[in-house]
């Protein structure tokens, strides 16, 4: 007795290998029928069997337009069916998209963040005054703190009015000003602390917790005895 095997090496490439080598054969063999009426009731049959295939994109609009695009693709665009969205451009469906351009830093002082930039452009926009001076000051405070969580030592405070010079192209110059940012370990110590009051919190839940337990059984036990 002879078989007539059948290798993965000698098949045809599936198009769309996530529904398998049946829904590919069912698509070819849709392509090669000859009347119309029955090509389009068989593609409606694919179309409905591949959405019990990817129950996961009925959440996702325009869900049978995408599956009735696939056929098409499947079928390499041979497939002479009148598509209830119409039959889609080979063109359209395999044309590459527009490469995305990487997101441009704000400047070269990476350390702080494109939220600082930010800020400081809405410090720009405010009337000048008691709350903009403080928002500047605020906005110094915080770069600090930035650059203190990626040095992880301590920084001058004219170091920082140097860079938010720079950031704010001259328009906001403290390097002459008698102000003092906060202190260096005082900001490690509130970074070290934010860090760590979650699971210290957690973890003291848990004592109480267990402890509550251990007082619960002892108090059992002594029951029990007495009686």
């Not at 098949?11 to 829904?23: A, K, L, T, V």
């Not at 410090?123 to 001076?133: F, I, N, R, V």
């Not at 839940?205 to 002892?218: A, C, D, E, L």
Request: net charge neutral; charged share 25%; glycine share 4%.
């Amino acid at each position: 007795m002879e078989f007539d095997l059948e290798y993965n090496s000698d098949r045809s490439q599936m198009i769309i290998p996530e529904y398998g080598r049946h829904i590919q054969k069912l698509v070819d063999h849709c392509v090669a029928l000859e009347s119309e009426e029955e090509r389009k009731k068989m593609a409606n049959a694919i179309v409905d069997v591949m959405g019990n295939l990817q129950p996961h994109l009925r959440d996702v609009p325009d869900f049978k337009h995408k599956l009735w695009d696939q056929i098409f693709i499947m079928s390499d665009f041979k497939l002479n069916v009148e598509s209830p969205y119409g039959t889609p451009s080979q063109v359209e469906l395999q044309a590459k998209p527009e490469p995305l351009a990487y997101p441009k830093l704000a400047s070269k002082y990476r350390f702080y963040g494109n939220n600082i930039q930010t800020m400081i452009k809405v410090a720009l926009s405010w009337d000048e005054g008691e709350l903009k001076t403080a928002l500047i000051f605020n906005i110094a405070n915080h770069m600090k703190k930035c650059y203190l969580n990626w040095n992880k030592d301590t920084v001058d405070d004219a170091v920082i009015f140097k860079h938010l010079l720079d950031l704010s192209n001259g328009a906001f110059d403290l390097t002459n000003s008698d102000e003092v940012l906060s202190d260096s370990t005082l900001l490690l110590k509130k970074s070290a602390n934010a860090r760590s009051s979650t699971p210290k919190t957690h973890n003291n839940n848990n004592r109480n917790k267990n402890h509550q337990k251990n007082n619960n059984h002892r108090n059992q036990k002594g029951h029990h005895r007495k009686n």
